[in-house]
């Protein structure tokens, strides 16, 4: 593997971890104020109470 390939594939992997505490964060506040979420599954969207979520 080149140096960029490692490079890119790091970055990646940087992206995924802020995404998934991005969600973390969202899912505690809307657990919170017993919000809910707007998800989208099989091209069906589907409205979800934050607290059926599991962490």
């Known amino acids: 593997m080149r140096k960029t390939d ?3 594939q790091n970055f990646r992997e940087l992206i995924r ?3 998934d505490l ?3 964060k969202l899912l505690s506040q809307k657990k919170a104020q017993n919000g809910f979420l707007i998800l989208s599954e099989n091209g069906k969207i589907k409205k979800v109470s934050a607290a059926e979520i599991k962490n």
Request: hydrophobic residues 45%; glycine residues 12%; positive net charge.
């Open 17 to 19: 971890k802020g995404l």
């Open 22 to 24: 991005t969600f973390k």
């Open 6 to 8: 490692i490079d890119i």
